[in-house]
């Protein structure tokens, strides 16, 4: 019979439909070689993650079913030798499957206890360099940006170990100062749901205007001064492997932007009637890549949808809409979620701080929308 | 009959596997089903009351109420001081000090013990449990639980280019406040922060409220600001939201005025300097007083007596040489990156000390 045991709880469970799914991996286990080919463990992978490792049951012969969670321990080589790394036993007759709850880390030695007594010991594999991760891009793409940029997204080829941007994200000023007190040290971290695009923003503290770090330290950036963003390498991916390289991005700070974008001034450039031309947009400014993404929408006279997809290009101020049929005479629509910023934080609702002693409050609507025909 | 009894066999097999897969769900409180939910981060921990533990996760955009069962009243909390934790974590998970993030840390109000998530390098979250200095697992499986996903309030409007409903905001802080999760999240794309407000136990129809937030930055520039770190306390009578800002600032809002899609302005009542991000907020006592207590990525921990918020009635219309507003002072705990109240008279906290190491250690007033 299989047995789960947990070794925080030491329960012996009786097997389930759920156990068995979690015993296919055993069914196909990835197995390679550890250094102890005469013991006969094995290490199991999923993917790129050493998921768990499977012992020979004879390895522990002696040892009762119910003792299993107790008595054979898994322990990290380097650790303190009291300390048995938390997770779960699967044993049937042939081997006692240890999953533990976070998978084992390349390059790291573990031994196998049983009792007192080293059973065997296995190393997981260093990762490949080839596997590195790299910075894709980072946006606002323009290599002149306003001095009160919000803030900075960094596109990386793969998923990133959380919570180390504080390391690893420099901001250098005229080639000489490392400036401090410049990014948010914020906790948690706000990366997308792959984890492969962080979001970094500029102490909004120190641009909001009359508040104390403001009058104090002023902007982030400065007006003609250049800058450098660096993204040092060492900064590991999720597969446990590091940033081979420094990502560098250059740019001059241009004067402030205090003003919302005006889709009303955008120059939309309409296509042709039975075409699948595209539909063109300048829109006067770069804005926030990723919000312009989500916040263009393409509908008719009748408020249908047009099926189609969204380019953005690279300087983020002309983006274009391609349709999947071909455009039919009529009115259309372009429809403006109301939260797209440009690169300063200023939405199309309100600018990011606004002077209440000079101006009325903005009206609030959610969404803004341009007109157009395509004729015959 | 030998046909009869190998037909019944079969049914009574199959009735078992049906019984064995599905979660068991009479009787159990506070609507809770026992399984294993998925969660897929733990961004933020909040007990409720009877040993309730809500999970806020941000990657699968939901909170999960668990059932810790650790219910056992514990009066006189023990002071816990842990050296080199976060080795001692990374040893127990198999792993080094480098490859795991302690994400969160709350105190279970009922037996004082601590519970710490922790994340390895690949995202794996953890649930940790410190017991008069032992740590252990929480298993987060075969326990009962119930869990709602935080609907995007732009979904119904938007999607991105891949036609993909915007996801939820990263979740910066949770709270538990009559009867309801408070939830505060940050968008990672416009600038902007939801609190939701969310009745337990959960419902089918979820009453969730977002909350637009402003703050007057000395009665003269009004900007939306995302709420970084919350607790809820009483100032002359009434219930408040004492909310810490990402440019520091520290704003109340009645609890009473929150209301679902509300534009709400806050009362700012201090600002609390420059180059610094607030992490966590609680209350405690000294010396027969009470006192807001805020841990910061930049600074020391800041303490505000509530006697002189309760006395700060405007708010800050004037410019203020140097730090504005409520007066506080800066207690002795620098490079703290978690911290929650042990009970009502100790702090405990995870803080880095000058020589790299990382301790859990409680703090009380004979200390400061």
Same mark, same amino acid.
Request: proline residues 6%; neutral net charge.
């Given at each position: 019979? @299989? ?32 250094? =102890? ?11 790129? *993650? ?6 020979? *049951? %004879? ?11 107790? #008595? ?5 080589? =380097? ?13 049937? %007759? ?19 206890? &049983? ?49 180390? =941007?504080?390391?690893?994200? #420099?901001?250098?000023?005229? !080639?000489?100062?490392?400036?401090? %007190? ?13 984890? @492969? &695009? ?32 660096? &993204? ?13 390289? $420094? ?17 009303? %001034? ?8 039975? @075409?699948? $031309? ?20 393409? #509908? ?34 372009? #429809? ?5 910023? $440009?690169?300063?934080? !200023? ?5 990011? $701080? ?10 609030? @609507? ?11 | ?26 009787? +159990? ?63 127990? /998970? ?55 996903? /935080? ?30 999760? /408070? ?163 100790? +702090? ?21």
């Amino acid at each position: 019979m @299989t047995r789960i045991i947990n070794t925080n709880t030491v329960t012996i469970k009786n097997i389930r439909l759920r156990a068995v799914r979690n015993l296919i991996f055993f069914l196909i286990p990835v197995l390679f070689s550890c250094n =102890s080919r005469e013991t006969g463990i094995h290490i199991i992978k999923d993917g790129q *993650r050493a998921k768990a490792v499977s012992i020979p *049951r %004879n390895l522990a012969a002696d040892i009762a079913d119910d003792s299993i969670g107790t #008595v054979v321990q898994v322990k990290l080589k =380097s650790g303190h030798p009291s300390v048995a790394i938390f997770g779960k036993y699967i044993h049937n %007759n042939d081997s006692i499957v240890f999953e533990p709850y976070i998978p084992f880390t390349p390059g790291l030695e573990y031994e196998v206890f &049983v009792g007192n007594k080293q059973a065997g010991s296995f190393k997981i594999p260093a990762g490949n360099i080839a596997d590195a991760p790299t910075v894709l891009a980072v946006y606002p793409s323009p290599d002149t940006l306003p001095e009160n940029l919000l803030k900075v997204y960094i596109r990386f080829s793969q998923p990133m170990q959380e919570a180390r =941007s504080a390391q690893h994200i #420099v901001l250098i000023k005229n !080639n000489k100062d490392t400036l401090t %007190n410049v990014f948010l040290d914020l906790q948690p971290e706000l990366w997308n749901d792959t984890r @492969t &695009v962080l979001t970094v923003w500029l102490d909004p503290g120190r641009i909001k205007r009359d508040l104390q770090p403001n009058l104090r330290l002023g902007n982030p950036l400065q007006e003609k001064n250049k800058y450098t963003l660096l &993204v040092t390498n060492g900064w590991k991916g999720a597969n446990g492997i590091s940033l081979q390289k $420094d990502f560098t991005k250059q740019f001059v700070a241009s004067k402030r932007d205090s003003l919302s974008p005006v889709p009303h %001034n955008w120059d939309l450039e309409i296509p042709k009637t039975n @075409t699948k $031309d595209e539909f063109k947009i300048d829109l006067k400014e770069p804005l926030d890549h990723f919000l312009l993404e989500e916040s263009l929408q393409v #509908v008719t006279d009748k408020n249908i949808p047009v099926k189609g997809k969204w380019v953005i290009d690279k300087d983020d101020r002309h983006c274009a809409f391609i349709p999947t049929e071909t455009w039919s005479a009529g009115n259309y629509i372009l #429809v403006i979620a109301s939260r797209l910023e $440009d690169l300063a934080g !200023n939405n199309l609702n309100r600018p990011f $701080d606004r002077d209440i002693t000079k101006t009325k409050t903005p009206p609030v @609507t959610a969404t803004y929308r341009r007109n157009f025909v395509i004729g015959d | 009959m030998k046909k009869n009894l190998f037909f019944s066999a079969i049914l009574l097999a199959a009735l078992a596997m049906i019984a064995a897969k599905k979660p068991v769900t009479m009787s +159990l409180p506070y609507g809770m089903a026992k399984g294993s939910p998925e969660i897929k981060s733990i961004s933020a921990l909040t007990f409720g009351k009877d040993g309730i533990l809500f999970i806020g996760d941000s990657r699968g955009a939901s909170v999960i109420a668990i059932d810790t069962k650790d219910v056992k009243k514990n009066d006189k909390a023990t002071a816990t001081d842990i050296t080199g934790i976060d080795v001692k974590i990374a040893t127990s /998970l198999g792993t080094q000090k480098e490859n795991i993030t302690i994400t969160d840390m709350a105190v279970n109000p009922l037996s004082k013990k601590v519970y710490i998530a922790v994340q390895g390098t690949d995202g794996t979250p953890v649930l940790l449990v410190v017991d008069n200095g032992n740590i252990t697992n929480f298993p987060l499986k075969d326990v009962n639980y119930s869990s709602i996903a /935080l609907n995007d309030v732009y979904a119904e409007d938007a999607k991105d280019a891949r036609g993909r409903p915007m996801r939820a905001s990263t979740i910066s802080d949770m709270g538990f406040y009559d009867g309801k999760v /408070l939830v505060s999240g940050l968008s990672n794309k416009e600038f902007s922060s939801t609190l939701r407000s969310i009745p337990f136990p959960f419902g089918n129809v979820q009453d969730e409220s977002s909350l637009e937030i402003y703050h007057a930055s000395h009665g003269r520039y009004e900007t939306t600001s995302p709420i970084r770190t919350f607790t809820t306390g009483k100032i002359n009578g009434k219930d408040y939201l004492i909310a810490s800002y990402t440019c520091t600032p520290l704003v109340l809002f009645p609890l009473d005025e929150l209301k679902p899609g509300m534009h709400v302005k806050g009362r700012t009542v201090s600002e609390m300097g420059s180059g610094n991000t607030p992490i966590d907020m609680t209350t405690i006592q000294k010396n027969g007083e009470t006192f807001l207590v805020m841990a910061n990525t930049a600074r020391a921990i800041s303490e505000v007596n509530y006697k002189n918020i309760a006395a700060f009635e405007g708010t800050l219309t004037e410019r203020v040489a140097g730090k504005a507003g409520t007066p506080y002072v800066e207690l002795p705990y620098s490079n703290v990156s978690q911290m929650d109240k042990l009970d009502n008279t100790h +702090l405990i906290m995870i803080q880095k000390q000058a020589n790299g190491d990382v301790n859990l250690l409680t703090a009380n007033d004979t200390n400061y």
